[in-house]
């Protein structure tokens, strides 16, 4: 059995926290259905491993329920036969979750006996394995699989996904040299932000000062994903860049890699030249729990904003716009998006062009098709450069880490990641613009495509 | 007790598979020669070992006891094998040790005899068999797996990567408890790359239809759709709908017909529909129409195929 951890997403640790109140006191019992990312080769450590995330989460009908203490519950299992068709049906592992409502987060020898037995008969329909969760009174859950009949591992490792993000089981002391920031988040926090593994979509103006950012605040796996060489007019922004380095034709990964080992602060920063998005970024980004986005194309805005609903990670995209209006007069916005189970998505925010997504896709990958639809007028054209100045593009960078720092501390109150912030320069203020998600959206409000995981084709749409 | 014939009765169900192959090279053997010495009929059997080694036996008894079949396929203990007949249909018979078989009476002409004692499992896809023996070949595999000849069977290795069984591989089952073999296409072009409400809508609707790949494009292909009434001058064409990547987060443009399309009575050719496109090894007309209102979540190609009936309707010169 490969390595796997779990992603559990905040709609479904409400459900299995509900179990507990419904309660009262009494253990409750209830199914999961969880969607399977297989990583072929993890990026900073080239093994396999497999994600579970949380897809689906099946009350227990009171019907069902036959007796229930504070130390044990007892329900019929005719529903598991039908939760075990369902997951075979979709791919998916099926689950069970109970509640400890006087202890802790720890199987009991009773649960050994009970799950071995359904463990079995999960085995015998095919089923890769069964995941087990309980929770404790206190919120506290611990999560297994029995991947055998007659063995569970323990899901020690596990990602909360929503406005608040938190891994479980993480071991190990802060750095040394974090030593001004666990004075602030303390310890605790300053080692979730160093469990992160981290992707960075992008390493243009805002991934370079992004980068950086994630190194000082002791990052110790990143993954960066960009094609780019580096030019002349990139230096007036590009963190790290060097005149020698165009001259060099360096891409851009080479100088933020260059970065990273010169400040010997132990992070392992993986490269992967291509466009996020591209097939052979799919590994890596499921390997990854968060990743920011710093693209400044939409079609890699549009991939990602479908890969966190299917794969449950969070994705917080950078988006930056400058321009003079009039004469003396700017605009000048940078925005952050969360994109975390809860939040509406770029496409219901209006905060992408799907247009625009489909001629940058045939431009990189159509060049003539693209040409020639070009000289018909029949695409909008890339038109000139955006302005970009290093401030702005910088700041924009740091308003995303901080997202994910009041993420992960809580720093910015109990509720975590705003969904979208903007912050306008020219007018020194920030707008928290409301966004409603539309009806059955895919990528924000279907029920069917959160944590999905793998699914053929991959996320359901063309690639 | 009930696990054991559960066992037994896969056991019998991929032997059963590999043995038609060979049913069908050993078809049409005699099956009553004379015995030279006695002037009586002879009953002849072919019986295989655990190799699937064919030997051919003669009985002067048609009814033979279990324990002989394994005895003469020199099975040994005994009573740790088990014969198998094969019937004409394929199907396959036990016989138990002291069981006196007429095998005149179900036209048997083949037996296998195998040990009876363990069997080693596996699975291929999410298939759970067995397998009488510790050794078994890639051909016996892909034999037991169904799988056509444009499919290859891998056997997965844990925490390493997958390895693609060859014919002539020969995989010892008894290495590390179950083994897994998962079967894939060789090759995919086209096919089901299309997402999953677009496969429903056009399964549920009716619609012939092709997914074709070329080079970095995808494209689907309605087949004969009826065209209005005398309006062309042709009933039916093929319809292409070339699916941007970001599909169905990103729209489709226009739309390409096959064979070009002309209006009947004039022949002249729709507005905006001159221009020739290839794609998928055929020439297309490109009908330019856009429309870039799209609702991602909402429309798909039911949207599209609208948009193309409606052009269609609507055309003129």
Known sequence: ?463 | MKNIDANLNSMFFITLRVVQTISLMMAKEGIQPMNKHTGKMTFRVRIADENLNFKDHAFDDPKVLGRQLIEAAGGHPVDEHVAIAILPNGDFEDIRLDESYDLRGRGVEKVLVARSDRSFKFKIDDADLEWPRACISGFVLRKLAKLPPNYNLWQEIPGQHDKKITDTDVINLADAGVERFVSLIDQTTEGDALPSKDQTYLSGHGYEFEVVTEGVNTGIVLKGLPLPDGKYEHTAADVLILLPRGYPDCPPDMFYVAPKLTLAGTGQVPKACTVEHRFGGRVWQRWSRHNNAWRPGIDGLQTMVARVQTALAEAQA
Request: with cysteine; glycine share 10%.
């Open chain 1, 1 to 463: 059995m490969r390595a796997s951890d779990l992603i559990l997403l905040g709609p479904h640790r409400s459900q299995i926290r509900s179990l507990l109140t419904a309660g009262a006191g009494s253990e409750r019992s209830a199914y999961m259905l969880f969607g399977i990312a297989d990583i072929e080769a993890d990026p900073w450590t080239n093994q396999p491993r497999r994600r579970l995330v949380s897809h689906r989460f099946h009350a227990i009908g009171d019907d069902d329920l036959i007796s229930a203490s504070a130390r044990h519950v007892t329900w019929q299992t005719d529903g598991f036969m039908r939760l075990l068709n369902e997951a075979k049906a979709n791919g998916l592992i099926p689950a069970l979750v109970h509640t400890h409502p006087k202890g802790h987060a720890k199987f009991s020898e009773q649960d050994n006996r009970n799950e071995a037995e359904l463990a079995r008969t999960a085995a015998l329909k095919g089923m890769p394995g069964l995941i087990s969760v309980v929770i404790a009174g206190n919120g506290d859950i611990a999560a297994r699989i029995w991947a055998q009949a007659d063995k569970a591992e323990g899901l020690g490792r596990i990602l909360h996904v929503g406005p608040r993000l938190q891994i479980s089981g993480l071991k190990g002391t802060p750095a040394d040299f974090l030593d001004r920031q666990v004075r602030l988040f303390g310890k605790e926090a300053t080692r979730q932000l160093s469990g992160f593994r981290c992707g960075v979509a992008g390493g243009g103006a805002t991934g370079s000062a992004l980068l950086p950012l994630l190194l000082r605040l002791g990052v110790q796996e990143a993954v960066q994903f960009d094609k780019d060489i580096i030019d002349e007019t990139n230096l007036n922004r590009l963190h790290g860049g060097r005149r020698s380095d165009v001259d060099a034709k360096l891409p851009k990964t080479a100088i933020h890699t260059r970065t990273v080992e010169d400040s010997g602060l132990g992070m392992t920063l993986v490269s992967v030249d291509a466009w996020a998005g591209h097939p052979a970024t799919w590994d890596a980004l499921k390997a990854c729990d968060v990743i920011f986005c710093c693209t400044d194309d939409h079609a890699g805005r549009l991939f990602l904003n479908r890969f966190a609903r299917f794969y449950g990670i969070p994705v917080i995209d950078v988006g930056l716009a400058m321009q003079r209006r009039t004469g003396a007069a700017y605009d000048l916005f940078a925005r952050v998006s969360t994109l975390v189970p809860g939040h509406p998505c770029l496409l219901c925010g209006g905060y992408l062009d799907p247009r625009r997504a489909r001629e940058e896709s045939m431009r990189r990958n159509d060049p003539d098709a693209y040409d020639r639809l070009k000289e018909e007028a029949y695409v909008l054209g890339e038109g000139d450069p955006s302005p970009a100045v290093v401030t702005f593009t910088t700041e924009a960078a740091t308003m995303a880490v901080n997202e994910w720092l009041a993420g992960v501390t809580g720093l910015a109150g109990e509720a975590g990641m705003l969904p979208t912030r903007i912050r306008r320069f020219h007018a020194r203020d920030e707008r928290r613009p409301f966004v409603e998600p539309r009806p059955d959206c895919p990528c924000c409000n279907q029920a069917a495509t959160l944590g999905r995981g793998d699914v053929y084709p991959f996320l359901d749409m063309v690639t």
